[in-house]
């Protein structure tokens, strides 16, 4: 298959037409972080059983766990991307720069780098282009093995950098986001370290603050991440399809709350802007929740909420099924 990620060649771009997806790689530096991120919580969350089995858990750790977990998740689900790639709704300046801050205390990356290559997936969903579609390898057994690990998290080792000049202007154009951005490893450093400090106070121990480190810190990062990931994932592979969208999309109500609602993801897709995924009789959205909340308070504004003629526009139910094969394909 031929690419199209235009960003491989070393000429100069053409005067018109669109900037190039990706801009460069990442560097030796770049490449270690994400190395790092990803792989010390992993291992975390690997030894998490027999660390249980042997230390305990206590209930400390539990509610740290549980508050730096809502922290960082609603940072990335309402701020990093109902907010910020999606324009769902407007925030304040003191909300918009706090949603920016939690969603990097997630470690998924800087907040500009995160929106560019998420409206890059939506620009080319499941086809050539998309970075992190489990359908670009085939549809045999192996293929989609190879595809589920590549859109789970085997992708994030690749080297490409989404353009973000092309995807994320506005952002970028942001002095607020670009300073927030930057300092990434600062909100990393609290996220991961903040927990065992807690901890330590807390039950005024070493070990309260080990536990803490262990259990709300890199663990909850690493589960994080699985859960986040999982909608890349087992969202774009198995489901229920109720929307039309234009890419195989789908509803996995297992990861609801722990997503806070962004498995709804069939919905998400077909309507990108919708500021609530989970539209049906008992599909719970906590982001939702989260952003009512928001506009209850005067800090959101315009947010895009859904109505019966959109839902009812892009519902599959009423379509021939030759049609709504052709929206999946």
């Known amino acids: 298959m031929t690419s199209t990620v235009e960003s491989k060649s070393t000429s100069s771009p053409p005067a018109k037409g669109p900037k190039p997806l990706v801009e460069g790689q990442r560097g030796n530096a770049e490449q270690f972080g994400v190395y790092v991120f990803v792989l010390v919580p992993f291992l975390a969350l690997f030894a998490a059983i027999p660390v249980a089995w042997g230390w305990g858990l206590g209930w400390v750790d539990v509610a740290l766990f549980a508050a730096f977990y809502c922290i960082a998740g609603l940072g990335i689900t309402v701020g990093y991307h109902r907010y910020f790639t999606h324009g769902s709704f407007k925030a304040n300046r003191a909300l918009k720069i706090a949603l920016a801050i939690m969603g990097s205390m997630a470690l998924q990356g800087p907040v500009i780098v995160w929106v560019a290559d998420h409206r890059r ?19 045999g057994p192996i293929a989609l093995a190879k595809g589920f690990w590549h859109a789970h998290m085997g992708w994030l080792f690749e080297r490409d950098k989404t353009n973000a000049s092309r995807f994320a202007p506005d952002l970028l154009a942001d002095d607020d986001l670009v300073k927030v951005d930057r300092l990434f490893w600062l909100w990393t450093t609290i996220s991961v370290l903040a927990p065992g400090v807690l901890g330590g106070l807390i039950t005024m121990s070493w070990s309260g603050a080990l536990t803490a480190f262990f259990w709300a ?62 539209v049906k009789r008992g599909q719970i959205d906590i982001s939702a929740r989260i952003i009512w909340a928001f506009e209850k308070f005067g800090w959101a504004t315009n947010v895009r909420w859904p109505n019966a003629q959109r839902l009812t526009r892009i519902s599959a139910k009423d379509k021939p099924k030759g049609e709504k094969e052709k929206q999946a394909a």
């Not at 050539?128 to 085939?138: A, K, N, Q, R, V």
């Not at 969202?235 to 999309?249: E, L, N, Q, V, Y």
Request: net charge negative.
């Open 121 to 139: 997936h939506h620009a080319f969903s499941d086809r050539e282009g998309d970075p992190h579609s489990p359908w670009l390898f085939g549809s």
């Open 217 to 278: 810190g890199l663990v909850r990062v690493a589960f994080l991440h699985h859960v986040t990931w999982s909608v890349n994932s087992i969202c774009h592979m198995i489901g229920d399809r109720p929307f039309t969208a234009r890419d195989k999309s789908a509803n996995f109500w297992p990861l609801a709350i722990l997503s806070f609602g962004e498995s709804w993801h069939n919905l998400h897709h077909a309507d990108p802007t919708c500021a609530r995924h989970g």
